[in-house]
């Protein structure tokens, strides 16, 4: 069936520090793969996304990372700053159609 | 200024009350969509509605009651709630439905109490 899994549930760095946030999808013919950052009582936000024919994207201290084999991608935030406490969804599309999330994993930055 | 703009930002119902929830996106997209947030779970799809004609109804009891008039204006009738009904009530859209690569703007949602 449609399945995200998104790992951890929470996560704590020190500022500075980089942090990794994983996922794993079910579907083989899955080929969008949104990251949404969502602040306390604010909205989802879409950060950064990645398509099928690409195994990485970068937008400044932002990446993700896709290995369509293993069927998983991956957020890398570098030099996290107390403004990315959040917590982050992602997402895989199925049927070509339907957006899936993750669970979501909050993120706390330590100053 | 989100785009996408929710009413009313919290709402409390009784379980025999009847209430909307409204939405309007100003991006001139095709396809809106009502999601459910609850605490430790993932995004629920409730509905889609892609050039105002509903093409998602994702198993959402009857209590829950989806209206599209037209491409920016999206409601969702509540009537007979439960109290595990209570959650973040979130409605997005996006360009096209059918493309399947459409980012998803978000409205800051209705948080919706049912006692």
């Known amino acids: 069936g449609e399945n995200v899994e998104q790992h951890p549930s929470t996560l704590s760095v020190q500022e500075g520090d980089s942090a990794v946030i994983k996922c794993t999808y079910s579907?083989?013919?899955?080929?969008?793969f949104p990251w949404y950052k969502q602040e306390l009582g604010k909205r989802p936000q879409l950060i950064i996304d990645?398509?099928?024919?690409?195994g990485e994207k970068k937008d400044q201290r932002i990446a993700v990372t896709l290995n369509k084999t293993a069927k998983h991608f991956s957020l890398h935030i570098t030099e996290t700053q107390p403004e990315d406490s959040a917590v982050y969804f992602c997402a895989a599309n199925f049927g070509n159609e339907k957006l899936t999330f993750g669970t979501g994993t909050r993120l706390t930055i330590i100053p | 200024e989100t785009g996408v703009t929710q009413t009313p930002r919290h709402l409390v119902m009784g379980m025999t009350n009847k209430k909307s929830l409204k939405c309007e996106q100003h991006?001139?997209?095709?396809?809106m969509y009502w999601y459910k947030q609850s605490a430790k779970k993932p995004l629920e799809l409730m509905f889609v509605y892609s050039l105002e004609e509903r093409v998602e109804n994702n198993s959402v009891p009857s209590r829950f009651s989806p209206e599209c008039p037209n491409s920016s204006h999206l409601f969702l009738h509540l009537h007979t709630l439960q109290p595990e009904d209570s959650a973040l009530y979130l409605c997005?859209?996006?360009?096209?439905?059918?493309?399947?690569?459409?980012?998803?703007?978000f409205g800051n949602g209705t948080r919706l109490t049912v006692t």
């Open positions: 579907d083989s013919a899955s080929n969008y």
């Open positions: 991006l001139g997209h095709n396809a």
């Open positions: 997005a859209s996006s360009q096209e439905f059918h493309l399947g690569a459409s980012p998803l703007h």
């Open positions: 990645i398509r099928s024919n690409v």
